[in-house]
């Protein structure tokens, strides 16, 4: 392949700027096809987004044979549904987080590329961002010597209207509640930064009882290197914020995982920032690493296996107890 041809199953609201343009605009792909269950609005998106072709049936993009490589953009609910069509068309995936609904269709996923002989990507971008390689240059240069211990705190106002949940707090559709849908990019960047995560645990419960899911997690971890980890996730408190604290022998780090302030570096000798802007298509680094791969010319360094681990811990977090 000379040229990575894109089709997209569920072109809604992440794939009109987040990602979608990102597969125009990553050298060496095309975005070729969309699907929608919705025709109308599966043929609207594609005249705006100037993409040839649209289906509001998922398996005839799977078998169009001008789409090489198939984007998963709905809910976890239907990932291992359209990852194991697309995989035994022979096609690779890249697929949206958190992955699957639990570890266990994870697993499934990989084996099914892995037999037919395809690679699977998942949507952990921050993997590929600017901001982010920042902290990790940081910690691998020794800026704050060796690492102790990362913190967490994330939390969210109640905004859901129990009449009209989003799909993301109904568990049958997204896995959890917000915890998955948040979280999740937090713990899988944390084992991008720090490594594997060796055994967490935790402990969820419904506080607010607005929607069915979970909606505070607390937890425990340790990474294989033998760095500890503690956070908590409250979807129900009285203002949002987050913040991520690593703590080394001669300083920290501090930053966000969602917003755009800058990275802070503190030591004994001061405080330093580092801003570094955001992409406008914030999909679009990790996706010209998926294309690079594919075309034979790097890595991307968000795959099944690097998912796995992120919903293994996920799923021992927010245990009910």
């Known amino acids: 392949m000379n040229t990575i041809k894109w089709g997209i199953i569920g072109c809604g ?8 343009p990102g597969f125009q605009l990553a ?5 070729v096809a969309v699907m929608r269950r919705n025709g109308e609005l599966a043929a609207d998106y594609a005249r705006r987004h100037q993409v040839p072709k649209w289906y509001d049936d998922a398996d005839a993009l799977i078998g169009d044979p001008d789409v090489n490589a198939i984007y998963v953009a709905t809910p976890p609910s239907t990932h291992k549904e359209y990852t194991l069509a697309a995989a035994k068309a022979g096609k690779p995936v890249y697929v949206e987080k958190p992955m699957a609904l639990h570890a266990g269709e994870c ?3 990989i084996e099914a590329c892995r037999a037919a ?17 920042k902290v990790k240059q940081l910690m691998e240069m020794g800026a704050i010597g060796d690492i102790r211990f990362v913190t967490t705190v994330h939390t969210k106002k109640l905004t859901e209207d129990p009449a009209n949940l989003p799909w993301r707090v109904i568990p049958e559709l997204s896995g959890g509640g917000h915890f998955f849908d948040l979280a999740s990019h937090t713990l899988d960047l944390l084992d991008f930064l720090l490594g594997p995560i060796r055994d967490a645990s ?3 419960s419904n506080q607010g009882k607005a929607y069915p899911a979970e909606d505070i997690v607390s937890g425990t971890y340790t990474f294989e290197s033998g760095v500890q980890g ?8 009285y203002q949002g914020g987050e913040i991520n604290e690593i703590v ?3 300083g920290k780090l501090t930053f966000s995982t969602f917003g755009s302030e800058p990275i802070r570096l503190t030591t004994a000798d001061g405080i330093g920032d580092y801003s570094l802007e955001q992409p406008q298509h914030i999909q679009q680094p990790l996706i010209q690493t998926i294309v690079n791969e594919l075309l034979g010319k790097g890595a991307c360094p968000s795959t099944g296996q690097s998912a796995l681990r992120t919903a293994k811990v996920m799923d021992e ?5």
């Not at 609201?13 to 979608?20: A, I, P, R």
């Not at 050298?27 to 975005?31: A, N, T, V």
């Not at 002989?117 to 390689?133: E, K, S």
């Open 202 to 204: 935790g402990r969820a």
């Open 27 to 31: 050298d060496g792909s095309e975005l």
């Open 117 to 133: 002989g395809v690679p699977l990507f998942v949507a952990y971008y921050r993997r590929a961002l600017p901001r982010f390689l």
């Open 317 to 321: 977090l927010a245990i009910i107890r």
């Open 248 to 250: 080394g022998s001669r």
């Open 230 to 237: 503690t956070a908590i996730w409250c979807f129900t408190a």
């Open 13 to 20: 609201n992440v794939t009109e700027v987040k990602s979608g």
């Open 107 to 109: 697993g499934e996923m």
